[in-house]
């Protein structure tokens, strides 16, 4: 029976943060083999200079934590300042490189000067997290108001489209770096009463998938994450409206949602920011365009609502 033989390594060219070694198999296959030296630590970022948008709380502070905690500094930037001067400040007493930014997304030329000032002052950006964006009133799609529309669209896709645009531009300049961008399962699995949200979560997962192409010859890696329920303030508004719509309270609600989750529990912020961590890192140095389902094994809530008692 033929045998494969032990491959045996042989030191290649260095590169920061990695040590490229090549695989020498019956003396002459040669196979490239990449090794971080962080691979004990897979999810490691040390040195890195990090915008997270929407950074003062929920989903985006669980990220801005775990990246401060796996080495990088991060920019927190949200229109938020007082909470975001909070946070910041707490977690600067715990020992990470945190610093709180003001950021309205929306705002284009704001958002360009935003990103251009970053480069400038930390001299590159390595990673940007766009986490920025706003629920919807739950409303049946004939009876959504113009303005509730282009209030969800405006922030949550055209305010990413924004900050991928501005920081995109830096990041071909300097051919390296990393965006995670946050969708959603209702970006995948539309649910019933939130069009405009899930035609803008939708829309980031097209965005991502597009960028990625377009960026991929300078170095730089585009993804998105997909979060199932988890229950932060955002989503404790969207149980109780949601909730009226079905005649259950908030809790049956909760309930309701919960036991449609494979893995039998909602996730926590934590969970969320250990994806992006991971997509972030070197550990996924080989993947873009991908999107990562964070979800307990959840895909979507599909469920059609009753018929209403009254026209809208």
Known sequence: MNTVPEPTFVEGQHHPGQEYLYARLDGHVIIPYV???H???????????????GAAQGLGLGITERLAENGATVLMADVQDEAADREAERLRSQGLNVHSEHLDITDSASVTEFFSKVAADQDCIDILVNNAGVGQKVTPTVSLPDEEWNRVIGVTLTGTFYCCRAAGGIMEKQESGSIVNISSINGQNPAALVVAYNVAKEGIISLTRTLALELAAYGIRVNAVCPGPVYTAFNRSN???????????????????????????WGEPDDIANGVAFLCSPAASWITGEVLRVSGGMEGVAAAPPRRTSAP
């Open 35 to 37: 090794r971080s030296r």
């Open 39 to 53: 691979m004990e630590y897979p999810y490691r970022v040390d040195g890195a200079i990090a915008v997270v948008t």
């Open 239 to 265: 149980m109780a409206q949601r909730g009226k719509t079905l005649d259950l309270t908030e809790d049956q609600m909760v309930e309701r949602i919960r036991s449609a989750i494979p893995l039998g529990r």
